[in-house]
């Protein structure tokens, strides 16, 4: 079975706190793992994403996950926390073992306090 | 660049009515996706499709039927809505199954069974 974990529905920081979102998959295979972005009343858009290579990846608006795979983890940061970065952020798997049909959690809304 | 359209972006149904809500993309993307996004729940897959003429079902799939008779469209439809199919719905496509790209979303229906 497939599944992505995200710890926290609702993560509250203040403006130029650090931000930490995190997400946890299983698979049996090395995953295809993405961040997506969701705006008030608008469509998912691709934060970052890891496929191969660094394990380190940047994203837009100063955001960058880490894959660990020892601790199967994608955990989402950000140094400093601006007001416009608050939305609902979510971890998805694209390859999970043989099924490249993505799979998302459950989402964490991310709100910045001023 | 028009990218995923989805109409219409909100609707009212009564209980037992019928509905197609509409997806298009002017990507030549193969693969196209139905998901609703129900708070706590994050998105779960209803439907998708890998090629003109192919569909299979998602994780949700009953009350929704959907045919994808060319590449671009993807209709879902709404058989005989029930109050449990209020949701919003999000149409994405990418441009393979198994590609290491992000999912192209839609902007989002708003549906409404009363």
């Known amino acids: 079975a497939q599944s992505v974990t995200q710890l926290g529905s609702h993560v509250s920081v203040s403006e130029g706190a650090l931000v930490l979102l995190r997400c946890n998959y299983s698979?049996?295979?090395?995953?295809?793992l993405f961040w997506y972005v969701q705006y008030p009343n608008q469509g998912l858009q691709l934060l970052l994403k890891?496929?191969?290579?660094?394990?380190l990846v940047k994203g837009i608006n100063g955001f960058e996950a880490e894959f660990k795979k020892s601790e199967t983890s994608f955990h989402l940061t950000k140094p400093s926390a601006h007001m416009s970065d608050a939305a609902e952020y979510f971890c998805?798997?694209?390859?999970?073992?043989?099924?490249?049909?993505?799979?998302f959690g459950r989402g964490t809304s991310l709100i910045v306090h001023p | 660049n028009a990218g995923v359209t989805q109409t219409p972006k909100f609707q009212v149904l009564k209980t037992g009515q019928s509905m197609t809500l509409q997806c298009a993309q002017d990507?030549?993307?193969?693969?196209m996706s139905w998901y609703r996004q129900d708070p706590g729940m994050g998105l779960r897959l209803i439907h998708y499709?890998?090629?003109?003429?192919?569909?299979d079902q998602g994780e949700v799939p009953n009350g929704y039927n959907v045919s994808r008779s060319t590449t671009e469209d993807f209709p879902l439809r709404l058989l005989s809505a029930a109050p449990s199919q209020t949701s919003v719905y999000f149409c994405a496509s990418r441009p393979t199954s198994a590609h290491t790209g992000e999912l192209f979303f839609g902007e989002g229906s708003r549906l409404t069974v009363l």
């Open positions: 890891y496929t191969t290579g660094a394990t």
């Open positions: 499709s890998v090629g003109a003429g192919i569909t």
């Open positions: 698979s049996s295979v090395p995953p295809y």
């Open positions: 998805a798997v694209h390859r999970i073992g043989g099924s490249y049909i993505p799979t």
């Open positions: 990507m030549n993307h193969e693969y």
